[in-house]
């Protein structure tokens, strides 16, 4: 990750489509994480946004933040030498968040966009890595 951030998206399984789908809520949490992120940057602190299809005809989609997370003790989680070799991961409960994603428009996408935006931009050489995005429940 290098600059103001990325973008990516999250490929939902047919149950998974189905289920976020549905107009009624999710039968339990559904989660959003960022799995082995590793990097050089402790007092980076990364804002997560779901992606919404654009509605207004601009082209570009809506971002609904999900949280943020301050990447306190990457550097000690990203040290091959260490202990914890896997990096941080950061998990953020999108249930609440899903009421505006649901219905048909979602039942008929197949994956949803996630955006990983630094509070101040990086450098651009890359100093932060996310390994995986993945919505589960």
Same mark, same amino acid.
């Given at each position: 990750?290098?600059?103001?951030?990325?973008?990516? $998206?999250?490929? &939902?399984?047919?149950? =998974?489509?189905?289920?976020?789908? +549905?107009?009624?809520?999710?039968?339990?949490?559904?989660?959003?994480?960022?799995? !082995?992120?590793?990097?050089?940057?402790?007092?980076?602190? /990364? !804002?997560?946004?779901?992606?919404?299809?654009?509605?207004?005809?601009? =082209? +570009?989609?809506?971002?609904?933040?999900?949280?943020?997370?301050? /990447?306190?003790? /990457? *550097?000690?989680?990203?040290?091959? #030498?260490? $202990? !914890?070799?896997?990096?941080?991961?950061?998990?953020?409960?999108?249930? %609440?968040?899903?009421?505006? &994603? #649901?219905? %048909?428009? &979602?039942?008929?996408?197949?994956?949803?966009?996630? $955006?990983?935006? %630094?509070? *101040?931009?990086?450098?651009?050489?890359?100093?932060?890595?996310?390994?995986?995005?993945?919505?589960?429940?």
């Amino acid at each position: 990750m290098t600059g103001t951030g990325v973008r990516t $998206s999250v490929v &939902l399984t047919p149950a =998974g489509q189905y289920h976020l789908g +549905a107009r009624e809520a999710p039968s339990g949490p559904v989660y959003l994480a960022l799995e !082995n992120v590793r990097g050089t940057r402790d007092a980076t602190i /990364l !804002n997560v946004y779901l992606l919404l299809p654009d509605e207004g005809g601009t =082209g +570009a989609p809506r971002q609904l933040l999900v949280g943020g997370e301050a /990447l306190y003790g /990457l *550097r000690r989680a990203s040290n091959l #030498q260490g $202990s !914890n070799r896997a990096g941080l991961t950061l998990v953020f409960d999108i249930t %609440p968040k899903l009421g505006e &994603l #649901q219905g %048909p428009q &979602l039942l008929q996408s197949k994956k949803i966009g996630v $955006s990983i935006v %630094p509070e *101040r931009p990086l450098p651009n050489a890359p100093d932060i890595t996310v390994g995986r995005v993945s919505i589960f429940r």
